[in-house]
């Protein structure tokens, strides 16, 4: 889990994002982020890029930017791939990114089923509810162990 010093996540400054950055980047890599350049350029860009896309999108790209590459990468390469959605979650990315970092096998199931019920083309009265079911306790599910 990542260490907020009690600091709730929608308080987050670029500094902070940075140290949710290193600390994916380091448990998926199993060593420490080393940056290339100047600190200060990576606090820069991160701070265009939550003013730009939000804090909770940047996040989660930092998520998915980690995860789906098997080589090393760097917060400028990332926050590039923002600029053509690559890294950004389709949907809901507070809930993605708290579900992906924090989430058990089970939550992560109900993500899953969320987003399949996301994706139907001409969804029925039925799974609507369904989905708006599983939507809200994920929202629950999500405050309880951010706050």
Do not use: C
Request: aromatic letters at 18%.
């Amino acid at each position: 889990m990542v260490k907020r010093d009690g600091k709730p996540l929608k308080d987050y400054n670029s500094q902070d994002v940075r140290g949710v950055f290193t600390w994916l980047y380091s448990k998926k890599h199993n060593k420490e982020y080393t940056n290339k350049g100047f600190i200060g350029y990576d606090l820069k860009l991160i701070k265009e890029a939550v003013k730009q896309y939000g804090l909770f999108p940047v996040l989660a790209g930092f998520y998915n930017g980690i995860h789906t590459r098997k080589d090393t990468v760097t917060i400028k390469y990332i926050i590039k791939g923002f600029e053509f959605k690559y890294y950004l979650p389709d949907s809901n990315a507070e809930i993605y990114y708290k579900v992906m970092v924090y989430g058990t096998d089970k939550i992560k199931a109900y993500w899953r089923k969320y987003t399949l019920l996301n994706s139907k083309w001409f969804p029925t009265a039925a799974s609507e509810q369904k989905k708006k079911k599983i939507l809200n306790k994920l929202k629950e599910w999500g405050n309880a162990q951010t706050e």
